[in-house]
C-alpha cells in the first residue's frame, strides 16, 4: 500500500504539492524507503501525548508533513527536498525526532513494550590513542527489525553491537529519539503547537532584537543574542537565520555580500556554478565535506569547504527557530511562567546568578533561611552564588570616559576563550552591568577567569556598537 493512504493531512489542492508529491514518491520506490516512513508515523502513535519537533533534513519532506512526521510545511517554508533524498543519494535518511528530555525515557518504554526484542538501541565505539577501548550508548538512535534482532548483533539484551556507521552499512534504518531541554520548557509554559504562533508579533520581535532572550534555551547565548539584534528580528525568518547563523560553518562567511548559510544554500551555489542537477550538486557537497578532490571555482570550493564545519540545512534551522519564536512570545506575555519553567529545565551557558537575576523580577525566590536577618546581594551572592532581589549588585556600571571609552565593572556572567582559524586568541566576556542588562566585551587574548566572580575594565565601542576590551581583572564587589 502506496504512504499516500497513511497522509494525516490532506493534500492542498495545488500544482505545486502534487509535483512535489510525485517526485517524493518516486523517490521512496527507488530507495524502498516506505518501511523508515511507517514505523517512524508508528513510534509516534506510541506517543500522542508527548510534544515532539523533527530536527535535521526530514522537515525538508512533504510526505513527512502530510503523514504527521513533521509539521514543516516544505512547499510553505520554500525547502527542496534534495538535502534529505535524491536519486543519487547512496544512504538512507535520517530522521530525528526531538521530545522532552522529560518524557524520553518513558518513550523508549512503550517502545520496548512494543517491539520487545525486535528493537535494540545503537552503541558508539569508544578510543583511546586510536585503538577501540569499550562500548558506549548512543545518545538516541534505535533500530526496529521484523524480526528479533539476532544475538550475534547484540551486546546484551536491547543494545547493539554496533555504531551508527555499521547501522547504516548493513542497511538498517536508524531512528533518533532525542532529547530536547527546550521542548520541556516550552511543554511546561503551553500546549498550544509550535507551528501554531504568528510570524509576525512585535512583542516577540522585541525580546529577540533586543537581545533580552537570556532564558530562552537555543536563544541565550552571546552569539545568539549578538546575531538577533544585527538582524533586528522583526519575525519568525529572522530568529531562524539568526539560529542557523551562529554555527560554525555559516558564521564565518556571515559578512559577505551573498553568505552561504544553510547546507541547501550550498548545493544551490553548486548547481547554478557546474549548471548541474541538485541532486548531482548534493554529490559534490558531500564530496567536499569528505575531503575529497572535486573541480569548482576556488572561491566557491573555499566557500563550500567552510561547510565541512557544523551547519544547519534549512528544514533543521526552521525547526530550531520555531522553537526560540515561541518560548519568545511566552517570556514577552507570559514571564512569571517561563521563568519557572526555565529554572526548572535551563542548563545554563551562564554563571549561577544569571538566570535567578533576570526571574526575580517576576517570580519570589527560595532560599535556604539560615540567617535571622536578612542578607544584602552581595551576601547572598557570596554564600548561595546568586542573589534573589530582582535588581543588580550595587556597584555595577558601564559609563563613558573619553571618546569612545567606556568603563565597565560588574558579575561575570560568562567567558569563553576561542582561536581563530588564523591562530589569534580571543576571549569573549558577558558582564552583568546593570538590572538585566549585560554587556558584550571581546578582549584580544585569552583570558583565565576560573576564579574571577567579577570583572572591571576599559572596552573600545566599535563602529557597530561592538565593544573590543583593552583591559579586563578580576573585581571584587560588596
Not at 497513511?6 to 489542492?13: L, S
Not at 512535489?20 to 524507503?33: C, F, G, P, S
Not at 521542548?183 to 532584537?209: G, I, K, M, W
Amino acid at each position: 500500500m502506496s504512504l499516500d493512504h497513511y497522509f494525516r493531512r490532506p493534500v492542498p489542492d495545488d500544482e505545486r504539492y502534487r509535483d512535489r508529491i510525485a517526485e517524493e514518491l518516486a523517490l521512496v520506490e527507488q530507495h524502498r524507503l516506505e518501511p523508515m516512513f511507517l514505523r517512524v508515523r508508528e513510534i509516534l502513535d506510541l506517543m500522542p501525548d508527548v510534544s515532539h519537533n523533527i530536527r535535521g533534513s526530514a522537515g525538508s519532506s512533504l510526505l513527512c508533513w502530510l503523514l504527521g512526521i513533521t509539521d514543516i510545511d516544505p512547499i510553505e517554508w520554500s525547502i527542496p527536498v534534495t538535502r534529505f533524498m535524491h536519486a543519487l543519494r547512496p544512504d538512507a535518511p535520517d530522521i530525528d525526532i526531538d521530545i522532552p528530555y522529560t518524557r524520553r525515557e518513558e518513550v523508549f518504554e512503550r517502545i520496548f513494550r512494543k517491539y520487545g526484542d525486535r528493537v535494540a538501541r545503537v552503541s558508539n565505539k569508544v578510543h583511546h590513542d586510536g585503538v577501540f577501548h569499550h562500548w558506549s550508548l548512543h545518545c538516541g538512535g534505535i533500530i526496529i527489525l521484523d524480526h528479533a534482532v539476532p544475538s550475534h548483533m547484540l551486546l546484551r539484551p536491547g543494545q547493539l553491537r554496533m555504531n551508527k556507521d555499521e547501522v547504516e552499512a548493513a542497511g538498517h534504518y536508524k531512528i533518533d529519539l532525542l532529547a530536547s531541554h527546550a521542548l520541556a520548557q516550552l511543554d511546561e509554559v503551553t500546549d498550544r503547537p509550535l507551528f501554531a504562533y504568528p510570524r509576525e508579533d512585535e512583542q516577540t520581535a522585541a525580546v529577540l532584537s533586543s537581545g533580552k532572550s537570556i532564558g530562552i534555551i537555543g536563544g541565550e547565548s552571546p552569539a545568539f543574542r549578538k546575531a538577533a539584534m544585527s538582524l533586528n528580528v522583526s519575525r519568525m525568518e529572522h530568529a531562524i537565520l539568526a539560529t542557523s547563523l551562529i554555527r560554525p560553518a555559516a558564521s564565518e562567511g556571515a559578512r559577505e555580500d551573498a553568505p552561504l548559510v544553510f547546507e541547501d544554500d550550498v548545493i544551490d551555489a553548486i548547481a547554478d556554478a557546474v549548471r548541474c542537477s541538485p541532486a548531482e550538486a548534493d554529490v559534490i557537497r558531500r564530496a567536499v565535506a569528505k575531503g575529497k578532490d572535486v573541480d569548482l571555482d576556488p572561491d566557491l570550493l573555499r566557500k563550500v569547504k567552510r561547510f565541512r564545519a557544523y551547519a544547519f540545512c534549512r528544514s533543521h534551522g526552521v525547526a530550531y527557530g520555531a522553537v526560540v519564536w515561541a518560548l519568545a512570545w511566552h517570556k514577552a506575555r507570559n514571564p512569571k511562567r517561563f521563568w519557572e519553567a526555565t529554572l526548572r529545565h535551563a542548563q545554563p551557558i551562564y554563571r549561577r546568578w544569571v538566570h535567578p537575576h533576570e526571574a526575580a523580577a517576576h517570580i519570589t525566590l527560595d532560599r535556604p533561611q539560615t540567617r535571622l536577618f536578612p542578607m544584602s546581594h552581595a551576601q547572598e551572592w557570596k554564600e548561595y552564588g546568586y542573589w534573589t532581589k530582582p535588581d543588580m549588585l550595587p556597584g555595577a556600571f558601564v559609563k563613558p570616559v573619553s571618546g569612545n571609552l567606556v568603563q565597565f565593572r560588574g558579575p561575570l556572567a560568562t567567558a569563553r576563550n576561542y582561536t581563530t582559524k588564523y591562530g589569534k586568541k580571543l576571549c569573549f566576556l558577558t558582564v552583568g552591568v546593570g538590572d538585566r542588562e549585560y554587556l558584550n566585551v571581546t578582549m584580544q587574548s585569552a583570558l583565565d577567569t576560573s576564579r574571577w566572580r567579577a570583572v572591571e575594565g576599559v572596552a573600545e565601542v566599535g563602529p557597530s556598537g561592538t565593544y573590543s576590551g583593552l583591559t579586563a581583572r578580576s573585581a571584587w564587589m560588596d
